[in-house]
């Protein structure tokens, strides 16, 4: 069974960093695409960052020049790297992975896994 568990979350003044980290366990596969979402009170799931197996990343603008998404040694281990947090990065994060396969008719399809989510609290 493939679980997903964020780690490095917490609380921190604004202007502070933390890197949360997401490690993936029971598979042996590499994830094409893995993800971070959070989720602020009264908004709406919302995409950070992704990184693909080639280690290209996208963000979303809020936080383009302050996160850094990247791949870790180990297998399917992915990081968030969080420079000059606002409030308004208060949210509860989400770790995300996808998997491409070929199915037994020889069709693409994808499966997708999520993690429990971490909260993240920044003070002013």
């Known amino acids: 069974q493939v679980q997903l568990v964020e780690s490095g979350g917490g609380l921190v003044q604004a202007g502070g960093s933390l890197r949360l980290s997401c490690a993936v366990s029971?598979?042996?596969?590499?994830?094409?695409?893995m993800r971070w979402y959070r989720q602020a009170p009264g908004k709406q799931r919302e995409l950070v960052a992704r990184?693909?197996?080639?280690?290209?990343?996208n963000y979303t603008d809020s936080v383009k020049g302050r996160f850094t998404v990247s791949r870790g040694n180990a297998k399917n281990t992915v990081y968030l790297q969080m420079n000059s947090l606002k409030p308004e990065d208060t949210a509860v994060y989400y770790c995300?992975?996808?998997?491409?396969?070929?199915?037994?008719?020889?069709?693409?399809?994808?499966?997708?896994?999520w993690g429990q989510g971490i909260q993240v609290t920044v003070s002013s």
């Open positions: 990184i693909i197996a080639s280690g290209s990343a």
């Open positions: 995300n992975a996808l998997r491409v396969y070929t199915t037994t008719r020889g069709f693409q399809d994808e499966v997708e896994y």
């Open positions: 029971g598979s042996i596969f590499t994830f094409n695409d």
